[in-house]
């Protein structure tokens, strides 16, 4: 682990505001954030509270009327905010995945499950066909998917809601990437699928060493999963600290009236 | 208490080569004032079984009730009089209304379909229903696309309660919103029973809704009922079936210190669908021979709980 001492992606006093005909948002307010590997921050707020917004600065996917004013986001004490097209695309997918709420709206529906899965091998990795091949295969076994082969030549709509959610997730893991950005990726679900994407999350935050920053509004998900805990609202962080902190001695009214919401 | 809705072997298979069975023979008893909640997972058959009940889908066989007449075989014209009794609350609120109309229009215009009043009353009834719902009157002039999703999901609600049903069929109708509006949307459902007695039949996947609306609960899985239970304290400790177990298993728990993540031994799901037997028998813990080869009846285990499963 001494290696990894630096080895940390940080989100440091940023400010995003977004020009719309009902003039300016101020979308995020002076957010910091560390995101470690092998441990897993949650970021919690309801709709609205600007954590998309935080995640989408992080790779680089503000809509262009978004504009980050102040502040950065660094790898190991480097910004990337301002790389070129380049070195944007050998960051993203590569070492920072990241997967969505909406997996059927991520996955293209006319490619196959392969042809998903190889794009990215094959981009950035440059192997040839048979070993992204057998990544691919490899990547939806972990996500524990039955029959992977047969699974490679679906496409996404011949796919359950669940099933898509872990070949999406197979796809950003199968880079290996050193984090991932997780956007509510199981408030789509079922709960019993749920619990298992969940798993799959923590096992490779676990074995493989992923930081992973998961965005969600569920405070029962983020007992389950999280190692840190960021509450945002209104744009702002008004309260951070270990799960347990948060949990059981929340300081701030707001991290008071979530967990008091929660059914 | 009278029997408001009663379904008898309800069933509604979809496709022609590759039947789908989304309804498997589901009998149930709903009672005017009492509320009741449908949970299952996705593809469940849940919605299918609200849409059956509502007239939006025409059953492949079996009968059903609704204030004592026999509804199955009838036209849509036939049906269109009880509508005004039996409303459903959809799921996506935003897609209910006409983006094109003001909420206020929208809602005037299945008003305007149901009931013969004065011209000035309509607009008073309109406001009463978005006044019930905790919104204020100003939505009526808004369009869809202007409002946020918890005010859109008040909307819905009002849009089906100002004909003043007397079954509400609410389809998921807090799932997709904050759990702050969550609770304020349940709560809104229970005050408003209490006030004009209505009765409800809640769909959803998420079982800590249930609590706190419902006294019945059914579960499906697959098509078919597989447990009901007529009380809702201690749900999680009455439950027996083998998928109502590992529903409640599967929900997380708001204390880090007895997080179960990691600790569990792997389990793969099967997403197959079992040609005979126990449609729960690829996932289910306790299974064997017998659950493989045929259907578990639903049984009556003690007084109001009944149960589906040939190991209990």
Same mark, same amino acid.
């Given at each position: 682990m001494e290696q990894l001492k630096n080895d940390v992606l940080k989100v440091k006093r940023l400010h995003v505001e977004f020009q719309t005909s009902h003039g300016i948002v101020h979308a995020v307010k002076d957010v910091s954030l560390e995101i470690m590997r092998g441990r897993i921050h949650a970021l919690v707020g309801e709709s609205g509270s600007g954590k998309s917004v935080t995640s989408l600065t992080i790779m680089n996917l503000l809509a262009g009327n978004g504009k980050v004013i102040s502040g950065d986001v660094t790898l190991n004490e480097k910004s990337i905010l301002n790389l070129s097209g380049k070195e944007k695309r050998q960051l993203y997918g590569d070492r920072i995945g990241m997967i969505f709420q909406d997996p059927t709206a991520a996955l293209d529906p006319l490619f196959t499950v392969e042809q998903l899965l190889l794009e990215g091998l094959r981009k950035h990795r440059r192997m040839s066909k048979k070993q992204a091949r057998e990544i691919a295969l490899e990547s939806l076994r972990m996500?524990?998917? @039955?029959?992977?082969?047969?699974?490679?030549?679906?496409?996404?709509?011949?796919?359950?809601?669940?099933?898509?959610? @872990? =070949?999406?997730?197979?796809?950003?893991?199968?880079?290996?990437?050193?984090?991932?950005?997780?956007?509510?990726?199981?408030?789509?679900?079922? =709960?019993?699928?749920?619990?298992?994407?969940?798993?799959?999350?923590?096992?490779?935050? @676990?074995?493989?060493?992923?930081? =992973?920053?998961?965005?969600?509004?569920?405070?029962?998900? =983020? *007992?389950?999963? *999280?190692?840190?805990?960021?509450?945002?609202?209104?744009?702002?962080?008004?309260?951070?600290?270990?799960?347990?902190?948060?949990?059981?001695?929340?300081?701030?009214?707001?991290t008071k009236k979530l967990l008091d919401a929660v059914l | 208490m009278s029997t408001l809705l009663k379904t008898e072997h309800l069933k509604k298979y979809y496709g022609k080569k590759k039947i789908v069975k989304a309804v498997d023979d589901v009998s149930l008893e709903i009672h005017a004032g009492s509320s009741m909640a449908l949970i299952g997972e996705s593809g469940s058959g849940k919605t299918t079984f609200g849409k059956l009940i509502a007239g939006l889908e025409k059953p492949t066989d079996g009968k059903f009730w609704f204030q004592g007449q026999e509804m199955q075989d009838l036209s849509e014209k036939q049906f269109r009089p009880y509508r005004k009794n039996l409303q459903m609350v959809f799921q996506s609120s935003s897609g209910v209304f006409d983006p094109g109309y003001t909420i206020g229009e929208n809602i005037l215009e299945i008003l305007k379909l149901h009931e013969k009043l004065q011209e000035g009353e309509y607009e008073e009834r309109v406001k009463e229903a978005l006044i019930q719902t905790g919104l204020d009157t100003d939505i009526r002039n808004r369009y869809a696309g202007q409002i946020s999703g918890g005010q859109?999901?008040?909307?819905?609600?009002?849009?089906? &309660?100002?004909?003043?049903? !007397?079954?509400?069929?609410?389809? !998921?109708?807090? +799932?997709?919103?904050?759990?702050?509006?969550?609770k304020q949307i349940l709560h809104l459902l229970n005050e408003l029973q209490e006030k004009y007695e209505m009765t409800? &039949?809640?769909?959803?996947?998420? &079982? +800590?809704?249930?609590?706190? &609306?419902?006294? !019945?609960?059914?579960?499906?899985?697959?098509?078919r009922m597989v447990e009901f239970i007529d009380h809702t304290d201690s749900l999680k400790e009455t439950a027996v079936h083998p998928y109502t177990k590992d529903l409640f298993d599967s929900i997380p728990i708001k204390e880090p210190k007895m997080r179960r993540i990691g600790s569990q031994e792997k389990k793969i799901f099967s997403d197959t669908i079992p040609e005979q037997g126990c449609p729960y028998q690829n996932r289910c813990r306790r299974c064997t021979n017998i659950c493989r080869e045929q259907i578990p009846e639903l049984t009556e285990i003690e007084t109001g709980h009944f149960a589906a499963c040939h190991m209990l």
């Open positions: 996500m524990n998917l @039955r029959d992977p082969e047969e699974l490679m030549k679906k496409k996404p709509y011949e796919l359950s809601g669940g099933m898509c959610q @872990r =070949v999406m997730i197979a796809i950003a893991m199968s880079m290996k990437p050193d984090y991932l950005i997780a956007d509510e990726p199981t408030t789509a679900l079922d =709960v019993t699928v749920q619990k298992q994407i969940l798993e799959e999350i923590y096992q490779l935050s @676990r074995k493989e060493n992923l930081g =992973v920053l998961f965005i969600t509004h569920d405070l029962g998900v =983020v *007992a389950e999963i *999280a190692d840190d805990v960021s509450i945002m609202k209104d744009g702002e962080i008004v309260e951070n600290g270990t799960v347990e902190e948060i949990f059981y001695h929340p300081q701030h009214s707001y | 859109c999901q008040r909307a819905n609600i009002a849009r089906a &309660l100002v004909l003043r049903p !007397e079954l509400v069929i609410c389809d !998921e109708p807090v +799932s997709s919103l904050d759990y702050s509006i969550r409800y &039949l809640l769909i959803t996947h998420d &079982l +800590s809704n249930v609590p706190y &609306l419902c006294k !019945e609960v059914a579960i499906m899985y697959q098509g």
